[in-house]
Protein backbone atom coordinates (compact mmCIF):
# COMPACT_ATOMS: atom_id res chain seq x y z
CA UNK A 1 0.00 0.00 0.00
CA UNK A 2 1.50 2.87 -1.31
CA UNK A 3 0.83 6.71 0.94
CA UNK A 4 3.01 10.02 0.73
CA UNK A 5 4.70 10.86 3.87
CA UNK A 6 4.39 14.89 3.39
CA UNK A 7 0.93 14.91 4.54
CA UNK A 8 1.79 12.94 8.11
CA UNK A 9 3.89 14.45 11.30
CA UNK A 10 5.96 12.57 14.03
CA UNK A 11 3.73 14.27 17.27
CA UNK A 12 5.30 13.66 21.24
CA UNK A 13 3.08 11.68 23.06
CA UNK A 14 2.90 13.32 26.35
CA UNK A 15 0.71 13.14 29.38
CA UNK A 16 -1.67 16.45 29.31
CA UNK A 17 -0.82 17.96 32.38
CA UNK A 18 3.16 17.36 30.64
CA UNK A 19 2.26 19.13 27.42
CA UNK A 20 0.32 22.10 29.48
CA UNK A 21 4.04 22.44 31.39
CA UNK A 22 6.10 22.33 27.71
CA UNK A 23 7.77 19.44 28.52
CA UNK A 24 8.62 17.23 25.92
CA UNK A 25 9.04 13.29 25.81
CA UNK A 26 10.58 11.40 22.86
CA UNK A 27 7.81 8.97 22.48
CA UNK A 28 6.25 9.63 19.17
CA UNK A 29 3.67 8.13 17.26
CA UNK A 30 2.91 9.16 13.33
CA UNK A 31 -0.65 10.34 12.38
CA UNK A 32 -2.16 12.55 9.09
CA UNK A 33 -1.72 16.19 9.73
CA UNK A 34 -4.85 17.55 11.45
CA UNK A 35 -5.99 14.55 13.13
CA UNK A 36 -5.51 14.77 17.25
CA UNK A 37 -3.88 11.81 19.39
CA UNK A 38 -7.36 10.44 20.37
CA UNK A 39 -8.17 9.45 17.14
CA UNK A 40 -4.70 8.65 15.63
CA UNK A 41 -5.71 5.15 15.93
CA UNK A 42 -8.31 5.27 13.20
CA UNK A 43 -5.98 6.39 10.81
CA UNK A 44 -3.72 3.14 10.32
CA UNK A 45 -1.92 3.59 7.03
CA UNK A 46 -1.46 -0.59 7.12
CA UNK A 47 -5.23 -1.21 5.92
CA UNK A 48 -7.75 0.68 4.45
CA UNK A 49 -9.66 3.95 6.34
CA UNK A 50 -13.35 3.53 6.93
CA UNK A 51 -15.49 6.42 7.07
CA UNK A 52 -16.21 7.65 10.38
CA UNK A 53 -20.21 7.36 9.18
CA UNK A 54 -18.99 3.92 8.00
CA UNK A 55 -20.49 5.07 4.44
CA UNK A 56 -17.34 4.09 2.92
CA UNK A 57 -13.63 2.34 2.84
CA UNK A 58 -10.73 3.72 0.78
CA UNK A 59 -7.23 3.00 0.31
CA UNK A 60 -5.23 4.74 2.81
CA UNK A 61 -3.45 6.76 0.40
CA UNK A 62 -6.24 8.96 -0.03
CA UNK A 63 -6.26 10.45 3.23
CA UNK A 64 -5.06 13.99 2.89
CA UNK A 65 -4.84 13.78 -0.92
CA UNK A 66 -6.82 17.13 -1.23
CA UNK A 67 -9.86 14.86 -2.74
CA UNK A 68 -12.75 14.56 -0.61
CA UNK A 69 -14.42 11.04 -0.02
CA UNK A 70 -16.06 10.65 2.31
CA UNK A 71 -19.62 12.33 3.00
CA UNK A 72 -18.42 13.47 6.95
CA UNK A 73 -15.04 14.85 5.38
CA UNK A 74 -13.29 12.81 7.91
CA UNK A 75 -10.94 11.55 4.98
CA UNK A 76 -9.49 14.96 4.99
CA UNK A 77 -8.37 15.64 8.40
CA UNK A 78 -5.40 17.86 6.96
CA UNK A 79 -6.72 20.04 4.05
CA UNK A 80 -9.78 22.16 3.35
CA UNK A 81 -10.97 20.08 0.39
CA UNK A 82 -13.90 18.63 2.25
CA UNK A 83 -16.62 22.05 3.42
CA UNK A 84 -17.44 19.86 6.31
CA UNK A 85 -13.89 18.63 7.52
CA UNK A 86 -12.28 19.63 10.75
CA UNK A 87 -8.36 20.26 11.31
CA UNK A 88 -6.78 19.35 14.40
CA UNK A 89 -4.19 22.16 15.76
CA UNK A 90 -1.97 19.98 18.35
CA UNK A 91 -0.78 23.51 19.87
CA UNK A 92 2.24 21.78 22.23
CA UNK A 93 2.52 24.05 25.23
CA UNK A 94 -0.36 25.83 25.01
CA UNK A 95 -4.41 24.59 24.04
CA UNK A 96 -5.21 22.31 21.47
CA UNK A 97 -8.00 23.98 18.55
CA UNK A 98 -10.17 22.16 16.10
CA UNK A 99 -10.47 24.73 12.99
CA UNK A 100 -13.30 24.33 10.22
CA UNK A 101 -11.15 22.60 7.07
CA UNK A 102 -11.92 25.84 5.43
CA UNK A 103 -9.33 27.67 7.78
CA UNK A 104 -6.48 25.41 6.28
CA UNK A 105 -4.08 27.14 4.51
CA UNK A 106 -6.23 30.45 3.41
CA UNK A 107 -3.23 32.70 4.83
CA UNK A 108 -4.13 33.40 8.12
CA UNK A 109 -2.43 31.63 11.49
CA UNK A 110 -5.26 30.27 13.24
CA UNK A 111 -2.78 27.21 15.25
CA UNK A 112 -0.02 28.90 17.53
CA UNK A 113 1.90 26.39 16.16
CA UNK A 114 1.30 27.82 12.67
CA UNK A 115 0.72 23.79 12.37
CA UNK A 116 -3.02 24.95 9.45
CA UNK A 117 -0.50 27.26 7.46
CA UNK A 118 1.63 24.38 5.68
CA UNK A 119 1.21 24.87 1.73
CA UNK A 120 4.57 25.71 -0.02
CA UNK A 121 2.39 28.24 -1.75
CA UNK A 122 1.49 30.36 0.73
CA UNK A 123 3.03 33.33 1.28
CA UNK A 124 1.85 33.89 4.97
CA UNK A 125 4.64 32.22 7.63
CA UNK A 126 3.46 31.23 10.88
CA UNK A 127 5.60 31.31 13.67
CA UNK A 128 5.39 28.79 16.44
CA UNK A 129 4.07 31.11 19.83
CA UNK A 130 2.83 28.36 21.80
CA UNK A 131 5.01 28.61 24.25
CA UNK A 132 4.54 32.32 24.57
CA UNK A 133 0.80 31.92 24.78
CA UNK A 134 0.67 29.33 27.08
CA UNK A 135 3.05 30.88 29.86
CA UNK A 136 0.64 33.56 29.04
CA UNK A 137 -2.48 31.78 29.76
CA UNK A 138 -0.81 29.49 32.77
CA UNK A 139 -0.29 33.22 34.19
CA UNK A 140 -4.00 34.58 33.51
CA UNK A 141 -5.23 31.27 34.62
CA UNK A 142 -3.08 31.94 37.92
CA UNK A 143 -4.09 34.92 38.86
CA UNK A 144 -8.10 34.15 37.59
CA UNK A 145 -7.67 31.19 40.00
CA UNK A 146 -6.47 33.69 43.36
CA UNK A 147 -9.13 35.80 41.77
CA UNK A 148 -11.59 32.89 42.70
CA UNK A 149 -10.05 31.25 45.88
CA UNK A 150 -10.50 35.36 47.44
CA UNK A 151 -14.05 35.50 45.64
CA UNK A 152 -14.68 32.16 47.23
CA UNK A 153 -13.74 32.96 50.43
CA UNK A 154 -16.16 36.20 50.15
CA UNK A 155 -18.82 34.66 48.49
CA UNK A 156 -18.86 31.77 52.11
CA UNK A 157 -19.15 35.59 54.14
CA UNK A 158 -21.83 37.14 51.70
CA UNK A 159 -23.57 33.43 51.82
CA UNK A 160 -23.71 33.42 55.74
CA UNK A 161 -25.32 36.74 55.92
CA UNK A 162 -27.57 36.32 53.18
CA UNK A 163 -28.73 33.18 55.36
CA UNK A 164 -28.60 35.05 58.34
CA UNK A 165 -31.09 37.42 56.75
CA UNK A 166 -33.38 35.37 55.24
CA UNK A 167 -33.73 33.67 58.84
CA UNK A 168 -34.47 37.33 60.58
CA UNK A 169 -36.97 37.98 57.78
CA UNK A 170 -38.74 34.68 59.18
CA UNK A 171 -38.38 35.65 62.34
CA UNK A 172 -39.84 38.97 61.71
CA UNK A 173 -42.78 37.76 59.49
CA UNK A 174 -43.79 35.48 62.82
CA UNK A 175 -43.70 38.20 64.75
CA UNK A 176 -45.44 40.65 62.22
CA UNK A 177 -48.31 37.95 62.06
CA UNK A 178 -48.45 38.35 66.03
CA UNK A 179 -49.15 42.27 65.75
CA UNK A 180 -51.35 42.08 62.80
CA UNK A 181 -53.72 39.81 64.90
CA UNK A 182 -53.11 42.20 68.18
CA UNK A 183 -53.84 45.48 65.38
CA UNK A 184 -57.08 44.09 64.05
CA UNK A 185 -58.05 43.77 67.78
CA UNK A 186 -57.40 46.91 68.17
CA UNK A 187 -58.81 48.30 65.07
CA UNK A 188 -62.36 46.05 65.80
CA UNK A 189 -62.41 48.10 69.34
CA UNK A 190 -62.30 51.59 67.77
CA UNK A 191 -64.09 50.70 65.13
CA UNK A 192 -66.72 49.77 67.64
CA UNK A 193 -66.54 52.68 69.79
CA UNK A 194 -66.68 54.63 66.94
CA UNK A 195 -69.43 52.97 65.76
CA UNK A 196 -71.13 53.54 68.88
CA UNK A 197 -70.81 57.11 69.62
CA UNK A 198 -71.60 58.19 65.54
CA UNK A 199 -74.88 56.65 66.39
CA UNK A 200 -75.44 59.02 69.44
CA UNK A 201 -74.19 61.84 67.13
CA UNK A 202 -76.18 61.47 64.75
CA UNK A 203 -79.12 61.42 67.32
CA UNK A 204 -78.17 64.76 69.12
CA UNK A 205 -77.27 66.54 65.82
CA UNK A 206 -80.55 65.31 64.05
CA UNK A 207 -82.55 68.95 65.48
CA UNK A 208 -79.63 70.89 64.64
CA UNK A 209 -79.63 69.34 61.13
CA UNK A 210 -83.14 70.63 60.98
CA UNK A 211 -82.22 73.76 62.02
CA UNK A 212 -79.42 74.20 59.46
CA UNK A 213 -81.77 73.15 56.82
CA UNK A 214 -84.11 75.54 57.83
CA UNK A 215 -81.06 78.40 57.59
CA UNK A 216 -80.16 77.16 54.40
CA UNK A 217 -83.83 77.53 52.70
CA UNK A 218 -84.27 80.97 54.98
CA UNK A 219 -81.32 82.05 52.93
CA UNK A 220 -81.91 80.92 49.93
CA UNK A 221 -85.09 83.43 49.68
CA UNK A 222 -83.81 85.89 51.51
CA UNK A 223 -81.41 85.53 48.49
CA UNK A 224 -83.75 85.11 45.94
CA UNK A 225 -85.82 88.10 46.96
CA UNK A 226 -82.47 90.21 46.90
CA UNK A 227 -81.87 89.32 43.66
CA UNK A 228 -85.71 90.29 42.71
CA UNK A 229 -85.12 93.45 44.69
CA UNK A 230 -81.79 94.57 42.67
CA UNK A 231 -83.81 93.62 39.33
CA UNK A 232 -86.52 95.71 40.08
CA UNK A 233 -84.75 98.39 40.95
CA UNK A 234 -82.81 98.40 38.03
CA UNK A 235 -85.55 97.35 35.52
CA UNK A 236 -87.25 100.44 37.11
CA UNK A 237 -84.27 102.27 36.13
CA UNK A 238 -84.36 101.14 32.04
CA UNK A 239 -87.90 101.57 31.76
CA UNK A 240 -87.39 105.12 30.83
CA UNK A 241 -90.60 105.74 29.31
CA UNK A 242 -92.47 103.62 32.29
CA UNK A 243 -94.46 101.51 29.79
CA UNK A 244 -93.73 98.51 31.99
CA UNK A 245 -90.99 96.82 29.41
CA UNK A 246 -87.40 97.20 28.35
CA UNK A 247 -86.61 97.23 24.70
CA UNK A 248 -84.09 97.08 22.78
CA UNK A 249 -83.89 100.76 21.98
CA UNK A 250 -83.61 101.19 26.25
CA UNK A 251 -80.74 99.05 26.66
CA UNK A 252 -78.65 101.07 23.54
CA UNK A 253 -78.78 104.18 25.25
CA UNK A 254 -76.45 102.29 27.83
CA UNK A 255 -72.29 102.87 27.47
CA UNK A 256 -72.40 99.68 29.62
CA UNK A 257 -73.59 97.39 26.97
CA UNK A 258 -71.07 98.08 24.41
CA UNK A 259 -69.56 94.62 24.31
CA UNK A 260 -67.26 95.36 21.61
CA UNK A 261 -66.31 98.74 22.78
CA UNK A 262 -66.97 100.43 19.59
CA UNK A 263 -68.88 103.34 20.84
CA UNK A 264 -72.06 102.52 20.13
CA UNK A 265 -74.63 99.24 21.82
CA UNK A 266 -75.53 97.33 18.33
CA UNK A 267 -79.21 95.73 17.93
CA UNK A 268 -77.37 92.60 18.50
CA UNK A 269 -75.70 93.05 21.60
CA UNK A 270 -78.98 94.48 23.04
CA UNK A 271 -80.20 91.42 22.28
CA UNK A 272 -78.08 89.42 23.47
CA UNK A 273 -78.80 90.97 27.39
CA UNK A 274 -82.43 90.55 26.51
CA UNK A 275 -81.92 86.94 25.76
CA UNK A 276 -82.65 87.11 22.10
CA UNK A 277 -85.79 88.95 23.18
CA UNK A 278 -87.18 92.29 21.11
CA UNK A 279 -88.31 93.46 24.79
CA UNK A 280 -88.89 91.86 28.80
CA UNK A 281 -91.51 92.41 30.91
CA UNK A 282 -90.52 93.00 34.59
CA UNK A 283 -90.93 88.78 35.31
CA UNK A 284 -89.21 88.35 32.35
CA UNK A 285 -86.24 90.48 33.38
CA UNK A 286 -85.94 88.88 36.10
CA UNK A 287 -85.63 85.55 35.11
CA UNK A 288 -84.26 85.78 31.71
CA UNK A 289 -82.10 88.74 31.17
CA UNK A 290 -80.86 89.60 35.11
CA UNK A 291 -78.41 86.98 34.78
CA UNK A 292 -76.68 88.74 31.82
CA UNK A 293 -77.09 92.25 32.46
CA UNK A 294 -75.43 91.73 36.25
CA UNK A 295 -71.68 90.87 35.56
CA UNK A 296 -71.58 93.66 32.91
CA UNK A 297 -73.26 96.03 35.62
CA UNK A 298 -70.69 94.86 38.26
CA UNK A 299 -67.72 95.26 35.95
CA UNK A 300 -68.72 98.60 35.76
CA UNK A 301 -68.62 99.19 38.96
CA UNK A 302 -65.13 96.87 39.21
CA UNK A 303 -66.73 94.58 41.38
CA UNK A 304 -66.73 91.77 39.18
CA UNK A 305 -63.79 90.23 36.89
CA UNK A 306 -65.05 88.13 33.59
CA UNK A 307 -64.19 84.76 32.76
CA UNK A 308 -61.15 84.32 29.86
CA UNK A 309 -63.63 84.73 26.73
CA UNK A 310 -64.66 81.47 24.72
CA UNK A 311 -64.24 81.40 20.67
CA UNK A 312 -66.62 83.30 18.94
CA UNK A 313 -67.36 85.44 21.98
CA UNK A 314 -66.43 89.09 21.76
CA UNK A 315 -63.62 90.12 23.98
CA UNK A 316 -64.44 91.26 27.53
CA UNK A 317 -64.44 94.54 28.67
CA UNK A 318 -61.17 96.46 30.16
CA UNK A 319 -61.81 99.18 32.83
CA UNK A 320 -60.80 102.29 31.58
CA UNK A 321 -62.12 102.11 28.32
CA UNK A 322 -65.71 103.50 28.98
CA UNK A 323 -65.80 107.12 29.02
CA UNK A 324 -69.32 107.32 29.50
CA UNK A 325 -71.37 105.48 31.83
CA UNK A 326 -74.91 107.06 30.53
CA UNK A 327 -76.04 107.70 27.50
CA UNK A 328 -73.42 107.87 24.19
CA UNK A 329 -71.70 110.92 22.83
CA UNK A 330 -74.47 113.69 21.63
CA UNK A 331 -77.30 112.50 24.19
CA UNK A 332 -76.60 115.20 26.67
CA UNK A 333 -79.90 115.57 28.26
CA UNK A 334 -79.50 111.78 29.72
CA UNK A 335 -78.84 112.31 32.99
CA UNK A 336 -75.40 110.49 34.26
CA UNK A 337 -76.04 106.87 35.42
CA UNK A 338 -74.95 105.92 39.08
CA UNK A 339 -72.23 103.08 39.79
CA UNK A 340 -74.09 100.14 40.41
CA UNK A 341 -73.95 98.96 43.98
CA UNK A 342 -74.80 95.81 45.04
CA UNK A 343 -75.58 95.04 48.98
CA UNK A 344 -72.85 93.64 51.17
CA UNK A 345 -73.27 89.82 51.01
CA UNK A 346 -74.13 88.87 54.47
CA UNK A 347 -71.42 86.77 57.16
CA UNK A 348 -72.83 82.96 57.28
CA UNK A 349 -73.40 81.76 60.77
CA UNK A 350 -72.87 78.40 62.11
CA UNK A 351 -75.21 76.71 64.85
CA UNK A 352 -73.41 76.59 68.13
CA UNK A 353 -74.44 73.55 69.53
CA UNK A 354 -75.45 73.06 73.19
CA UNK A 355 -72.75 71.43 75.81
CA UNK A 356 -73.57 68.15 75.76
CA UNK A 357 -74.25 67.80 72.27
CA UNK A 358 -70.71 69.71 71.76
CA UNK A 359 -69.24 67.09 74.02
CA UNK A 360 -70.56 64.56 72.12
CA UNK A 361 -69.39 65.73 68.84
CA UNK A 362 -65.34 66.00 70.16
CA UNK A 363 -65.74 62.39 71.35
CA UNK A 364 -67.11 61.40 68.60
CA UNK A 365 -64.01 62.87 66.14
CA UNK A 366 -61.50 62.22 68.32
CA UNK A 367 -63.00 58.18 67.81
CA UNK A 368 -62.54 58.48 64.11
CA UNK A 369 -59.62 59.79 64.53
CA UNK A 370 -58.68 56.86 66.74
CA UNK A 371 -60.11 54.58 64.40
CA UNK A 372 -58.09 55.68 61.28
CA UNK A 373 -54.99 55.51 63.35
CA UNK A 374 -55.94 51.96 64.29
CA UNK A 375 -56.53 51.40 60.51
CA UNK A 376 -52.87 52.74 58.93
CA UNK A 377 -51.22 50.61 61.86
CA UNK A 378 -53.26 47.96 60.22
CA UNK A 379 -52.04 48.65 57.04
CA UNK A 380 -48.74 49.33 57.48
CA UNK A 381 -47.78 45.89 59.03
CA UNK A 382 -49.81 44.40 56.55
CA UNK A 383 -47.34 46.03 54.06
CA UNK A 384 -44.54 45.45 55.56
CA UNK A 385 -45.34 41.55 55.86
CA UNK A 386 -45.96 41.92 51.94
CA UNK A 387 -42.41 43.19 51.41
CA UNK A 388 -41.14 40.45 53.44
CA UNK A 389 -42.57 37.71 51.55
CA UNK A 390 -41.42 39.34 48.17
CA UNK A 391 -37.73 38.85 50.24
CA UNK A 392 -38.29 35.22 50.42
CA UNK A 393 -40.03 34.68 47.68
CA UNK A 394 -36.98 36.12 45.23
CA UNK A 395 -33.70 33.60 44.24
CA UNK A 396 -30.85 34.78 46.28
CA UNK A 397 -28.91 31.78 44.47
CA UNK A 398 -28.15 28.33 45.92
CA UNK A 399 -26.90 29.80 49.48
CA UNK A 400 -28.42 33.14 49.07
CA UNK A 401 -24.96 34.57 48.25
CA UNK A 402 -26.70 37.09 46.11
CA UNK A 403 -28.95 38.38 48.93
CA UNK A 404 -26.50 41.28 50.89
CA UNK A 405 -27.07 42.57 46.77
CA UNK A 406 -30.97 44.10 47.72
CA UNK A 407 -31.17 47.06 48.64
CA UNK A 408 -28.09 48.32 47.51
CA UNK A 409 -27.01 50.29 43.84
CA UNK A 410 -23.99 49.73 41.77
CA UNK A 411 -23.34 53.28 39.47
CA UNK A 412 -21.33 53.41 36.04
CA UNK A 413 -20.12 56.81 34.36
CA UNK A 414 -19.00 57.15 30.74
CA UNK A 415 -18.49 60.54 28.79
CA UNK A 416 -22.34 60.97 28.42
CA UNK A 417 -24.20 59.02 30.72
CA UNK A 418 -24.13 57.86 34.68
CA UNK A 419 -25.79 54.12 34.29
CA UNK A 420 -27.04 52.64 37.62
CA UNK A 421 -28.02 49.01 38.27
CA UNK A 422 -29.84 48.12 41.40
CA UNK A 423 -29.90 44.65 41.68
CA UNK A 424 -33.41 42.47 41.92
CA UNK A 425 -35.08 46.41 41.63
CA UNK A 426 -33.73 48.30 38.40
CA UNK A 427 -31.37 49.58 35.61
CA UNK A 428 -31.62 53.08 34.90
CA UNK A 429 -29.43 55.83 32.94
CA UNK A 430 -29.51 59.39 33.69
CA UNK A 431 -27.25 62.18 31.59
CA UNK A 432 -24.36 63.88 33.44
CA UNK A 433 -26.47 67.23 32.27
CA UNK A 434 -28.74 65.91 34.92
CA UNK A 435 -31.99 65.33 33.22
CA UNK A 436 -34.87 63.09 34.64
CA UNK A 437 -33.72 59.49 34.60
CA UNK A 438 -34.47 56.87 32.55
CA UNK A 439 -35.43 53.14 33.27
CA UNK A 440 -33.53 50.75 31.37
CA UNK A 441 -35.88 47.78 33.17
CA UNK A 442 -37.33 46.25 35.88
CA UNK A 443 -35.84 42.90 37.88
CA UNK A 444 -37.34 39.96 35.96
CA UNK A 445 -35.22 36.88 36.34
CA UNK A 446 -32.39 35.20 36.27
CA UNK A 447 -30.92 34.45 32.45
CA UNK A 448 -27.97 32.44 32.43
CA UNK A 449 -27.25 29.00 30.78
CA UNK A 450 -28.86 26.00 32.24
CA UNK A 451 -24.85 25.14 33.62
CA UNK A 452 -24.92 28.80 34.96
CA UNK A 453 -28.54 30.09 35.85
CA UNK A 454 -26.87 32.90 38.21
CA UNK A 455 -24.14 34.14 35.48
CA UNK A 456 -26.85 36.76 34.45
CA UNK A 457 -29.87 38.97 35.13
CA UNK A 458 -32.79 39.80 32.89
CA UNK A 459 -34.28 43.37 33.75
CA UNK A 460 -37.55 43.87 30.98
CA UNK A 461 -40.28 46.43 30.83
CA UNK A 462 -38.33 49.35 30.97
CA UNK A 463 -39.41 52.97 29.16
CA UNK A 464 -40.45 52.63 26.15
CA UNK A 465 -37.68 53.72 22.99
CA UNK A 466 -39.45 56.84 21.12
CA UNK A 467 -40.57 55.07 18.21
CA UNK A 468 -39.20 51.74 19.53
CA UNK A 469 -39.84 48.90 22.32
CA UNK A 470 -39.84 48.97 25.86
CA UNK A 471 -35.78 48.88 27.03
CA UNK A 472 -34.58 45.92 28.44
CA UNK A 473 -31.61 45.25 30.30
CA UNK A 474 -28.92 42.09 30.38
CA UNK A 475 -26.43 41.91 32.97
CA UNK A 476 -23.51 39.62 32.51
CA UNK A 477 -22.08 38.17 35.78
CA UNK A 478 -18.73 37.57 36.71
CA UNK A 479 -16.22 36.86 39.66
CA UNK A 480 -14.35 39.44 41.14
CA UNK A 481 -13.21 40.56 44.82
CA UNK A 482 -15.31 43.09 45.06
CA UNK A 483 -19.26 44.32 43.89
CA UNK A 484 -19.17 46.86 40.46
CA UNK A 485 -20.45 47.71 37.63
CA UNK A 486 -17.47 47.45 35.14
CA UNK A 487 -18.96 48.24 31.57
CA UNK A 488 -22.33 49.10 30.10
CA UNK A 489 -23.13 48.72 26.14
CA UNK A 490 -26.00 49.11 23.84
CA UNK A 491 -25.53 46.17 21.44
CA UNK A 492 -28.95 46.79 20.28
CA UNK A 493 -30.82 49.39 19.90
CA UNK A 494 -32.84 49.39 23.25
CA UNK A 495 -31.55 46.46 24.72
CA UNK A 496 -28.50 47.40 27.11
CA UNK A 497 -25.71 45.06 28.48
CA UNK A 498 -24.30 45.03 31.66
CA UNK A 499 -20.96 43.56 32.71
CA UNK A 500 -20.89 43.17 37.17
CA UNK A 501 -18.48 41.62 39.17
CA UNK A 502 -19.56 40.57 42.20
CA UNK A 503 -17.81 37.94 44.95
CA UNK A 504 -21.11 36.27 44.95
CA UNK A 505 -20.47 34.84 41.28
CA UNK A 506 -17.62 32.93 42.48
CA UNK A 507 -17.45 29.27 41.84
CA UNK A 508 -15.40 26.76 40.82
CA UNK A 509 -14.86 26.66 37.03
CA UNK A 510 -14.66 23.52 34.57
CA UNK A 511 -11.06 21.74 34.66
CA UNK A 512 -9.50 22.78 30.78
CA UNK A 513 -8.21 19.09 30.68
CA UNK A 514 -10.85 17.89 29.10
CA UNK A 515 -10.35 20.92 26.57
CA UNK A 516 -7.29 18.82 25.55
CA UNK A 517 -9.43 15.60 24.10
CA UNK A 518 -11.89 15.71 21.36
CA UNK A 519 -14.34 13.32 21.41
CA UNK A 520 -15.23 10.49 19.02
Known amino acids: ?????????????????????????????SRPRGVSLSRASLYNPDRNFLCFDNSKSIPFSQVNDEYCDCPDGSDEPGTSACPNGVF????????????????????????????????GNTVTT???????????????AQKLAEIIKAGKQLKAELSQKGLRLKEEKKEKLVELQKN?????????????????IEALENKSLEVYRKL?????QRKAEAEAQKTRQEATETFTKFDSNQDGLVDIAELQTRQSFDKDRNGE??????????????????????????????????MDAGLFKPPVPQDGEAEDLQDGDD??????????????????????EPEETKLQYDEETQKIVDQATAARNEFTDAERAVREIESEIGNINDYLEKD?????????????????????????????????????????????????????????KYGSMLYDKGQSCWNGPPRSTKVNIVCGTESKVTAVSEPNRCEYLFEFVTPAACREIPSEADDLHDEL
Open 212 to 216: EEEEK
Open 1 to 29: MEFSMKNFKFYPICPTFLVLLSVTCSSEV
Open 265 to 298: VSVEEAKYFLNNQESVDLETFISDAWANIKPYLM
Open 396 to 452: FGPEEEFATLQGECFDYTDHEYIYKLCPFEKATQQPKSGSSETRLGTWARWNGPEDN
Open 88 to 119: HCTNAGHKPLNLAASRVNDGICDCCDGSDEYA
Open 323 to 344: EHDGAPEGDEGEEEEEPYQPEE
Open 126 to 140: CPNICLQLGRHAREE
Open 180 to 196: KEEAEKVKAEKQRIKDE
